[in-house]
């Protein structure tokens, strides 16, 4: 008798293969199980060492405990639905087909019948729980809340039930539903497959069992049905979806009475579902429920539109005049508004002599360099190094100068290693040796060289200037904007350096070395903490390199924004962190933001459309998230440490009921603005992104009579940015500025507005002016009273005072500047416009914009070579502003810019004779005019005909006779007040835009 052929071949073992699927997926499981834990463990190391573990527990802390809550809820509503329904089936089934049917069913699930009552119950639960857990921030505000003390006006209930009770609740409801509604629907289909739900030709065939569990079900679903149509009442002062936010007539008197009605209905219906469980009949649910839909489609819908249709709608002012106040009360409550100061101002649109005498301050503090263009010049001048960078936007702050407050442009010299050259591109270059940047530069904000280069302060490498140098703070950038993804720096006592640290400052000098010696991040020098970062960044590099030794640290999350965000996740942060040289340290200022939406009767903004600007729009600022808000405040001023990263957050508006929430929720992570010390005090700033939400509400919020609001009579816009070619706002500026009610000068941030725009047009006139008190003072720990303060000047429509757009318009069409800047760019040099800034001196309102020139070439970078000025209809077009004033106010602005000294001239003594124009000088400038408007022709002409040789002599014969031009007229001395300008010839023969001079050497 012959023996069954195996199935397995001979010599191998049956249980080898058996056991190989099993290996690999507890294999995969380890690895993957380990990644989640590298990442897990390098977070606590980063936040432990950053003195911010606080933050990491109680987050995740928080985010576990709800996950287990949420999964556990859902989890046990779903294995329980289907269990009940499992062990509450029939015996038999009455029907013999569908029976057979239902057998198959349940034939093929049987085998994995008790998987699926766990695992499906297992998968909605970490759907449901994933889904709690991004709620944490509400639960832990709820059981955290601080009160507002200040009520609605509907039900009365302080305004913290809105921000922190409300939400949860409606989070709570929410979930609840959900379990209720997937718990229902399982145990449903587990009915159904097991017959005790029936569909027959006489109707629907229930069990006692199924239809107590439906009961019960619908009954759960009813009550919070109803708790979800009585919160909906409270919700609707949160509507947005109308003209204005808030409850309004309709809702007060309509929708808020029928939601009451419908949450009552609700809870009555649920009622009969539990009776008709106890009795088994359904005839009184059923009639509850269809009356309940009817009742909700009656009253919840065609009752309010009734009321808005024909009541309110023919007398809407009226009706709705009560609830447009409370918006504009409640709005401008909730973004600061409230207490905004407004100043009537009668601008004049003449220019006359000497109208600058009362806002001579201000004049001296006008700022001539553009923090957008003038990157380049920092880059050529003061970057030394391929690896050093500048971005692409610098910041304007301030800083005591020889006693007196000087407006400065000031960036860091970051480190950029991608320039590196491309044989040098090596992992140990790029993480071991090039590890910070070097320096701070700062320039004068209203002076520049004669050349029209920037005037430094702060400079070189090694560091020197003003604001200090290498013995007096530290100037290594570990921690920047540009920084790379992580360092590996420090080393043992007496090692070798390995880090790049600087040039020598001298040409043809060596580079020198450098050892990090601070704390900035996490020990990576055991093996195992260089496994768990080799798993975090995918480098072997990291953990085989000998670049890494027992006293390495690693250094990452290194820009100071998201620095921020990382350990105060609560926080919005604004878009543009700034460095300031404070305390000995190069520190980065950080301003963060608590925000909501559920503020009730305040207008909703999205961050990212308030934000957005031509600043945005070219990538030289970030925008807020795509997120909408009602209510915001700037509660943090954070500090990131430029050398270690620390991070320090002060509560700055520790009025702010929700960061008093914050607070107690993490107790050590912020500090009273006490401790703050006079160094950081006097370079915090009104932060942008908070004024540039401000001022897109002001727009419509500047208005409180509510007759005025309902007719949009008087609403504003942001201006257009006019210096870019797309239609994208104007950002605001930073500058020293003496406000009409003001004694003195302080740094402001400032932005104007023109009538509104509707379909992409509007009057370009200016009918306001914002600023913001950005002077917190400079003592420790004490803030100024008048820092904050919003100062809106009101400009009547009638005065006609030409808006930015028309200034700009003015400019580029005055016949002889548009020639002057036309000659220009007929050369090989491109004119660029700098920001057009805008300040209210002199009585009226006076336009400032400098006009840089950047001939072509990679090593090409702007300088300052002209400077234009508007007031009213007049337009002024000098080499210096001073001078350029002069033209605009006949002779004499009455006061004196801050680059007079680039006149050309010394000035002089009282009663002297005006200095005398050289005719030597006045007889070069038009020959050198002429020979370029000869070479422009020529070269046309030869670019018509093809002849590019002829062409590109005459291009080197215009630059050579541009040149000649610049060169005449610095020898021509600057208007005096006694004096009158001579005019020079152009090529056309007309008078050239100005009688001064460009600074001579």
Known sequence: MSRPTSPIPPGRNPSRRGALTPTLIVVALVVVGFIFFANVWTDVLWYRQLGFFEVFVTENVARIGIFVAGFALMFLAVYFAIRTAYRARPVYAPDSEVRDNLNRYQAQLEPVRRVVMVGL?????????????????????????????????????????????????????????????????????????YGSIRLMERGIFTSRAAQIHLAVTGAAFLLLLGTNFWLDRFGSLQNSGGHWAGALYTDVNAVIPTKA??????????????????????????????????????????????????????????????????????????????KIQVDQYNATNNATTGALAPDAQTTANIRLLDPNLISDAFSQLEQYRPYYQFPKSLNVDRYLVDGKVQDTVI????????????????????????????????????KFTVDGKPDFLQSGIPSTGVLGNDSTYEPRIYFGEDSAEY??????????????????????????????????GPNVGGFFNKVLYAIKFQSSDLLLSDGVNQDSQILYDRNPRERIQKVAPYLTVDGNAYPAVVDGRVKWIVDGYTTSQYYPYSQQAQLSDATTDSQTTSGRAVALPNSSVNYIRNSVKATVDAYDGSVTLYAWDDQDPLLKAWQKVFPTSLKPYSEMSADVMSHVRYPEDLFKVQRELLGRYHVTDPASFYKTDDAWSVPNDPTVSTDVKQPPFYMSLQMPDQKQPAFQLTSS????????????????????????????????????????????????????????????SDPSVSQA????????????????????????????????????????????????????????????????LKQLFGGDSGASAGDSANNGQTPAAPGATPPVVS???????????????????????????????????????????????????????????????????????????????????
Do not use: C
Not at 273 to 292: C, D, E, H, K, S
């Open 121 to 193: 119950p297992i998968l909605f639960g970490l759907f449901a729980g994933s889904a709690a857990a991004s709620q944490w921030q509400k639960v832990l505000l709820f059981f955290n809340q601080e009160p507002f003390g200040q009520n609605d006006p509907v039900f009365n209930m302080d305004i913290s039930f809105y921000l922190m009770s409300l939400p949860f609740f409606g989070f709570v409801t929410g979930f609840l539903i959900s379990v209720v509604v997937l718990a229902g629907i399982a145990g449903t289909l587990t009915h159904y497959l």
């Open 261 to 338: 009605i419908l949450a009552v209905a609700a809870v009555l219906v649920a009622i009969l579902f539990v009776v008709a469980a106890v009795i088994g009949r359904w005839r009184l649910p059923v009639i509850g429920t269809a009356m309940l839909v009817i009742t909700s489609i009656l009253a919840g819908g065609v009752y309010p539109w009734v009321i808005q249709q024909f009541q309110v709608r023919p007398s809407e002012q009226t009706l709705e005049n009560p609830y447009i106040t409370r918006n504009i009360q409640m709005t401008r409550a909730a973004y600061g508004l409230d």
């Open 487 to 520: 360092s590996i720096v420090g080393a043992p006592a007496g090692a070798a350096p390995r880090e790049q640290d600087r040039p020598s400052g001298k040409e043809g000098g060596g580079e020198t070395q450098y050892t990090f010696t601070g704390n900035g």
């Open 821 to 884: 800047l036309n000659l220009l760019r007929q050369g090989a040099s491109d004119v660029l416009n700098g920001n057009l800034l805008t300040l209210p001196v002199g009585g009226g309102i006076l336009y400032v914009q400098p006009v840089y020139l950047k001939s072509t070439g990679e090593t090409s970078y702007p300088t300052l070579q002209r400077v234009l000025v508007a007031f009213g209809d007049k337009v002024g077009f000098a080499p210096t502003l001073d001078a350029a």
């Open 753 to 812: 507005f023109i009538p509104q725009i509707v379909n992409g047009t509007a009057r370009n006139v200016l009918y306001g002016f914002l600023a913001a008190d950005s002077d917190a003072g400079n003592q420790k720990g004490v803030k100024a009273d008048t820092y904050g303060q919003l100062r809106l000047l009101r400009i009547p429509p009638e005065a006609q005072v030409p808006g930015p757009g028309q200034a700009q318009n003015k400019f580029n």
């Open 411 to 446: 960036a860091v010299r970051e480190l950029n290693p991608q320039n590196v050259q491309s044989n040098q591109q090596g992992w140990l270059n790029q993480h071991v040796v090039y590890t910070h940047g070097y320096g701070v530069v700062a320039a004068k904000g209203n």
């Open 919 to 1001: 005719v030597g000088a006045q007889a070069d400038l038009k020959a050198a005019l002429e020979a370029a408007n000869a070479a422009i022709k020529a070269g046309q002409a030869a670019l018509a005909a093809g002849d590019f040789a002829t062409y590109g002599d005459q291009q080197k014969k215009l630059a050579a006779a541009l040149q000649s031009a610049l060169d005449a007229e610095a020898k021509i001395p600057a208007v005096t007040p006694d004096a009158t300008p001579a005019p020079a010839a152009t090529p056309s023969g007309t008078a050239s835009p100005t009688g001064s001079a460009t600074p001579s050497p």
